[in-house]
């Protein structure tokens, strides 16, 4: 079965004043929240199960979903009584350890296949797989190079406003049983700790290097961006309009 976990539990304090009234998977991206968009995405590519982890306002995200009757998927919930970090609940959630699974952020907009994503990692044999995007910072300030040690005030070059390459992670993560196995029942524990934790491990993870749209609505640029946009980039979006 292609079962997703969507963590929705966050208290989106970066979109602040706006996540005071509304979860920030309910934030609207055009005519709808993010979380829907998502929702109808994991639908589309084929799964069969979601379930969200919920902490911060629930109430409205549950009453919004409800069993997914409407989107046709069943939908569950795990709901945090305390902040777990952003994976320390899937060591609490039935069932996610049976199988491989997809786990992401519930404020991600992006037209990536999920499905795919997963089926690429289960092929891999990868206890985890990210979903990775190329970005740049154009730093707003003139940048110093320096020597060696032996003279640390000695300048070797000079850099006005530069711009920097790095690669990061999308909030797409699959992960394979044994992964899970590295996360203790009621622990505190965010994702880079548990990706370090399999290395450390000696256990693979793999990157999905992806060329497609994303953007991470819980921050203000990118929201920004997102509303600026929707309507070019909504039939790549949402299946069916």
């Known amino acids: 079965m292609k079962r997703a976990v969507i963590l929705a539990g966050g208290e ?26 998502v929702v109808r995405q994991l639908t589309a590519h084929g799964f069969e199960r979601i379930t969200m982890a919920t902490g911060y306002l629930a109430e409205l995200i549950e009453a919004f979903f409800r069993d997914g009757d409407s989107y046709g998927i069943p939908i569950d919930y795990y709901r945090e009584r305390e902040p777990l970090g952003t994976v320390g609940a899937l060591a609490l959630i039935d069932g996610i350890a049976d199988d ?8 991600v907009l992006t037209d990536i296949d999920y499905g795919a994503l997963l089926e690429r990692h289960q092929a891999s044999g990868a206890a985890a797989t990210i979903a990775t995007k190329e970005r740049q910072i154009q730093v707003s300030l003139g ?33 394979a049983p044994r992964a899970l196995a590295h ?33 991470d609505i819980g921050r203000h640029d990118d929201y920004e ?17």
């Open 225 to 241: 961006q997102a509303q600026e946009e929707f309507a070019s980039v909504r039939d790549r979006l949402i299946p069916g309009g």
């Open 12 to 37: 989106g304090t970066r979109l602040r004043p706006y996540t005071t009234v509304l979860p920030k998977p309910l934030m609207p991206i055009g005519d709808r929240p993010v979380l829907d968009i």
């Open 143 to 175: 940048v110093l190079r320096f020597g060696d040690e032996s003279d640390p005030t000695r300048l070797t070059g000079y850099d006005e406003k530069p711009a920097i390459d790095y690669v990061a992670s999308m909030g797409v993560y699959c992960f």
């Open 100 to 107: 491989d699974v997809l786990v992401m952020n519930g404020d």
């Open 183 to 215: 996360i203790e029942a009621g622990e505190r524990l965010d994702f880079p700790d548990l990706v370090l934790r399999l290395i450390a491990a000696g256990e693979e993870v793999r990157s999905w290097m992806s060329d497609d749209y994303w953007l």
